[in-house]
């Protein structure tokens, strides 16, 4: 009896035990999963946007030419092993954020001081300015293909109107650079990025569809394997420059506090840039095999002048135009910066002076009313006539106000106004002169950037892969393997300095390459569909 009463107590003990652990693992695990699906499930949303947008731009509107001359092998391999770079580079950067605790500025700062958060400045604003270049380009050479197509290729309107073409774009960049905060920007960024998908959507309808007509006219393109040798420079700095994501997401990656989402938005950057390589590969070699040998620097350029294919162009450009100025904005940020100090060095005299009277004055306005009421039974007719205009003399009857009014309190009170709507306009010049200097340096950008893009508009392939060489690699992959090993040199192992040299060795070579392939190599020559109008994929 005692025994079986003994293992009864025992077993219900046991399942009591037994019911509170998985009712608390349970517990554990709705907790889990409800972070999961509020916390996490939104910044992986949120992230994997932000790196595939940030890596799918206008590059890959370039690679299909690169495929063309190099290869679609040997192309492969060299887009595959920029993307390995640069994976790589991000990670290194996510590592350095973990330890420094802070963004891009904050590690090459903690790493090289002064000298290495100048040398990143520099990258970011030589980079922003070289990209807008490229954007201002784009857009008038697909606005000038737009025209020509609309009065038939005729001669006169062939590269029509550069200059105004490109000047005109400033109507645009100025008012958008010009706002304060990127957040009142977020219309402008969700019309391009809409406008970018639609786009991208029907560029591929269209190279899908001439793919699918060449085929079934048994003129399908070949293209080789392994092209020529001698090109491969002219598409390496196109491969670096298709990847460049790491310092917006390494931006973002910072701003996230929690450790536990960090390691898992880097499980997401790495699900979202593998996404990026799948689909620019499936693009470039679409649009390459469709219009073979006769790819044009841009794909768009080749589109031919029907209502779907005009309306990617428009859409393309569109997006493209108003991205610019959503590009460009970090220099904005590192404007401020520099225009804060200045700004307080020129401050007026009188502002400071204002700004120390304040206090004096709002502690005189908060005396008690005690000592009010005794000035003012000393005072009263003296204070009244004070309360009234200049050079007015007013009867008893004929005043505003009846002869018990308490005026010092009614002069308290205006006088109170007064300095708060003067404090109030302070504070708003306060607010508007912080955005003054940054917002005319920015203007003075874009005026360059414009003026930049009208001396290079007849050189796009070039310059893409002369900026990808030059901006893109020590951006992306140089600078972050150097300040990684200088923060980490006394406690990495040989696996990690491989990669760091790796990196550097990697990131040197193909500067130095490209610039000379880019500077032997430069030609001027813009040709459009207009001027390859008998071409067999035309017809």
């Known amino acids: 009896m005692s025994d079986t009463s003994s293992k009864q107590v025992t077993l219900n003990d046991i399942n009591q035990v037994v019911e509170i652990s998985i009712g608390k693992n349970k517990q554990k695990n709705e907790k889990i999963l409800g972070n999961f699906s509020k916390n996490e499930l939104t910044h992986m949303g ?18 299909p030419k690169g ?38 500025s904050s590690i090459a700062m903690h790493a090289m001081g002064k000298f290495g958060k100048f040398l990143l400045e520099f990258s970011l604003i030589s980079t922003a300015i070289s990209f807008g270049s490229i954007y201002v380009t784009f857009i008038t050479n697909n606005i000038q293909d737009i025209i020509a197509g609309i009065h038939n290729c005729s001669p006169e309107y062939l590269n029509y109107g550069s200059a105004l073409i490109t000047f005109l774009q400033l109507i645009i960049y100025i008012p958008l650079v010009s706002a304060r905060k990127i957040q009142s920007l977020a219309p402008v960024i969700l019309f391009s990025n809409l406008a970018l998908i639609t786009a991208i959507t029907l560029v591929l309808v269209q190279s899908f569809h001439t793919l699918i007509r060449s085929h079934s006219k048994s003129s399908f393109y070949n293209i080789p394997a392994i092209s020529d040798v001698s090109n491969i420079p002219g598409f390496v700095g196109t491969a670096a420059y298709l990847w460049v994501c790491a310092p917006v997401t390494l931006s973002y990656y910072s701003s996230i506090n929690n450790q536990r989402e960090k390691r898992f938005f880097t499980w997401i950057y790495l699900l979202a840039i593998f996404v990026v390589f799948i689909f620019a590969l499936t693009f470039t070699y679409l649009c390459a095999f469709a219009y073979g040998e006769s790819t044009l620097s841009a794909i768009t350029l080749n589109l031919p002048f029907t209502p779907v294919a005009m309306g990617g162009k428009i859409l393309y450009s569109a997006s493209v135009l108003l991205s610019l100025p959503l590009m460009v904005y970090p220099m904005k940020e590192i404007f401020s910066k520099y225009s804060f100090g200045l700004s307080q060095k020129i401050l007026p005299k009188s502002e400071i002076e204002f700004k120390e009277e304040n206090p004096t004055k709002q502690e005189s306005l908060n005396k008690s009313n005690s000592t009010i009421s005794m000035e003012n039974a000393s005072l009263n007719e003296h ?13 008893e009857e004929d005043r505003p106000f009846p002869p018990n009014f308490d005026c010092t309190n009614n002069c308290n009170l205006k006088e109170t106004k007064h300095i708060k709507l003067k404090k109030l306009k302070t504070e708003i010049f306060e607010v508007q002169k912080e955005n003054i200097l940054p917002s005319f340096w920015m203007m003075i950008s874009c005026i360059f950037i414009t003026f930049l893009g009208y001396i290079l508009h007849d050189s796009l392939s070039n310059l893409i892969n002369l900026i990808g060489g030059l901006f893109c690699v020590p951006l992306n992959i140089l600078l972050p393997a150097l300040f990684h090993f200088i923060i980490f040199r006394k406690e990495i192992g040989i696996k990690l300095i491989i990669i760091d040299f790796l990196l550097i060795i990697s990131g040197i070579f193909t500067s130095i390459l490209v610039i000379w392939y880019s500077i032997l190599n430069w030609s001027t020559e813009n040709p459009t569909i207009c001027t390859m109008k008998n071409s067999e994929w035309f017809k």
Do not use: H
């Open 383 to 395: 204070i009244i006539v004070s309360c009234e205009k200049p050079g007015t003399d007013f009867l």
């Open 67 to 104: 495929v063309v001359n190099t290869g679609y092998l040997l192309s492969a391999l060299i887009m595959f092993y920029y993307w390995v770079l640069n994976v790589l580079s991000t990670f290194l950067l996510m590592q350095c954020a973990d330890r420094v605790n802070g963004n891009y």
């Open 46 to 63: 949120i992230g994997f946007i932000t790196v595939f947008k940030a890596a799918i731009g206008t590059g890959i509107l370039f690679s």
